[in-house]
């Protein structure tokens, strides 16, 4: 007796359309009618349906009956063509009569067993308007592959115990659906199916529905995969176990012999990285000072990737000038066009004094200009405001971040670039040195062509860089997503609020950095950015409801062209490293 208490609802009632399982509701669904023809796996779609559970029941028929049956509507139908109809009339019951032969010939001559199949649906809902609404998402699946699903009104006990796990099914359940089919039909139902994702090789990500392993390579994915970079997007609200994801997903790549490089605002990967013997820089004002205005020397561009022909031949520096404007925008957003254009003839005049210009090679220089010496030329010009903004960055309290030469150590084979004490600085000071360690690390991605070593960058809190004052921070981004596959490397993005991305004056720069990659893990979702996401990826109602209330580790996993439900899990050795 304690057993069955422990299993039972603490309630059970019987409506006319639906059953009260204690705080939960249940409706069962019978399929009356289905289509001439049915395609391969044509009940998966709705047996995967989250909240749905299909029953089918298979009873032994005698195709003699089955044969008569067909001759009688041969019959029919050929009695309806030599009347006459409508055009569109005849030609359905051509049709009819065709499809008809047909199965008569499987079971005359390919003596295929007949069964009567019956089909229940039972629909799990917490509200009677989640019910309904999740009743009419059947309902309109069903409809789209032929079949026709119907309430059992008043059959709703006899529903339950032929949709349970019982073996059991009422008569006058089979009375309302019970079909003759041929078995290849049955055959075809393939309830089983899931929409698991398994290249053979690569990394694993989780675990599907049914428990099977998703293992994606995204370096050299299997053709006809869809997948045509390696980057990979992680969007979820906060506390929906994103940082656990990107860990377990680092740490495979990392055992799999890929470099990291993370830009971490949280300081939410020390610890792995202590634990991993990699490198751990405090980049905001400790050890790690990144200069930016040096010029790092990196692989020539592939001619493919050069979209400025002078650029290409006035040299490096007119690429990296390009860099040093986009950080001062960051930094002193609110200069006028005239200050902008004084800055810019400093920043010049102070590579200029150190004999740098457009033609300069790399390997010629030891010293190069710094912010303070800009900051010096802008106060001989006498331009005071001008100078007084600069002036923070060279003796207040940004100059441990930027004035003076590059003192940041190595990068090793797992390194983390952590700026968590900027927390409290302004949001102009964040980007600014968010942007000066991306530009870093992307060079550092080039210069890893060269040896042939696979580089994972993750932009951790990416959001950080959407400012619709000064695009070209994200269109910066947007142009590494684009260019870093050709480098060996892999662009992970990390973000929580993708709305951010998609502000008007941002969405031609920011919306391709949400879509270009084509892997894609959608963990739970606030309702904006679920809305935002549904249009820009196309989500359908049960994809939707899954972001909703995904629960802590499991989301949407889109890879290329296909789409699956996620659970991250690691592995007790992994766990000891990534919460260690």
Not at 174 to 199: D, F, I, Q, R
Not at 269 to 292: E, H, Q, R, V
Request: proline share 5%; aromatic share 6%; net charge negative.
């Amino acid at each position: 007796m304690a057993v069955i208490d422990l299993i039972s609802p603490p309630a059970l009632g019987f409506k006319p359309r639906y059953i009260v399982f204690g705080d939960m509701l249940a409706r069962v669904l019978v399929f009356v009618n289905y289509p001439p023809k049915v395609k391969d796996a044509w009940l998966s779609k709705i047996a995967n349906m989250p909240g749905v559970i299909v029953s089918m029941h298979l009873t032994p028929a005698d195709p003699g009956d089955m044969l008569q049956a067909l001759n009688k509507s041969i019959q029919e139908f050929s009695s309806r063509l030599a009347a006459g109809g409508q055009a569109l009339s005849e030609s359905r019951w051509k049709q009819s009569i065709e499809d008809a032969r047909e199965l008569m010939r499987k079971i005359d001559q390919e003596s295929q067993n007949v069964y009567t199949m019956t089909v229940t649906v039972m629909i799990t809902a917490h509200t009677e308007d989640e019910l309904n609404k999740k009743t009419r998402q059947v309902e309109t699946a069903c409809a789209g592959s032929g079949i026709r699903a119907r309430t059992s009104v008043y059959l709703q006990e006899q529903g339950l115990k032929s949709a349970g796990p019982f073996g059991l099914v009422d008569k006058r359940i089979v009375e309302a659906g019970g079909k003759e089919v041929p078995a290849e039909t049955v055959a075809a139902a393939y309830p089983w199916v899931s929409s698991g994702l398994n290249h053979g090789k690569g990394t694993v990500i989780g675990r599907d529905t049914e428990g099977g392993l998703i293992l994606v390579d995204r370096w050299n994915p299997p053709e006809g995969a869809g997948i045509t970079n390696p980057n990979m997007n992680i969007l979820a609200t906060s506390g929906a176990g994103k940082s656990f994801a990107v860990k377990t997903l680092l740490l495979r790549e990392f055992a799999l012999g890929a470099r990291v490089l993370i830009i971490d605002p949280e300081r939410e990967y020390m610890g792995l990285c202590k634990m991993l013997g990699g490198s751990w820089i405090n980049a905001a004002g400790g050890s790690g000072k990144i200069n930016p205005l040096e010029v790092r020397p990196v692989p020539d561009t592939e001619p493919e990737e050069e979209t400025d022909d002078e650029m290409a031949v006035r040299g490096p520096l007119a690429v990296h000038f390009q860099k040093v404007k986009t950080f001062f925008q960051l930094y002193l957003p609110s200069l006028t066009d005239v200050e902008r254009a004084v800055l810019n003839d400093a920043v010049l005049e102070a590579y200029r004094e150190n004999g740098i210009d457009w033609s300069t090679k790399l390997e010629n220089v030891d010293k190069w200009p710094t912010v303070g010496r800009v900051y010096e030329l802008v106060r001989d010009r006498v331009e005071e405001k001008l100078a007084v903004l600069l002036k923070e960055a060279v003796e207040g309290a940004d100059c441990a971040l930027w004035n003076g030469q590059t003192t940041i150590p190595p990068a090793g084979e797992f390194t983390v670039f952590d700026i968590r004490d900027l927390t409290d600085a302004s949001d102009q000071v964040r980007r600014a040195q968010y942007f000066n360690i991306l530009s870093y690390a992307w060079d550092l991605v080039r210069e890893g062509r060269a040896t042939g070593k696979r580089t994972v960058l993750v932009v951790d809190e990416a959001w950080l860089l959407a400012d619709p004052e000064t695009p070209q921070a994200i269109g910066f981004l947007r142009d590494l997503s684009k260019r870093i596959r050709k480098y060996g490397g892999s662009l992970t993005i990390v973000t929580q609020n993708v709305v951010d991305f998609l502000a008007p004056e941002l969405s031609r720069l920011g919306q391709p950095v949400i879509t270009n990659a084509n892997m894609k893990l959608l963990m739970r979702q606030e309702s904006k950015d679920l809305e935002a996401l549904t249009e820009l990826l196309n989500l359908s109602e049960a994809e939707q409801d899954l972001l909703a209330n995904a629960k802590r580790g499991e989301g949407l996993l889109l890879a290329g062209n296909q789409r699956v439900h996620a659970r991250i899990e690691a592995a007790p050795h992994e766990f000891e490293l990534i919460e260690g």
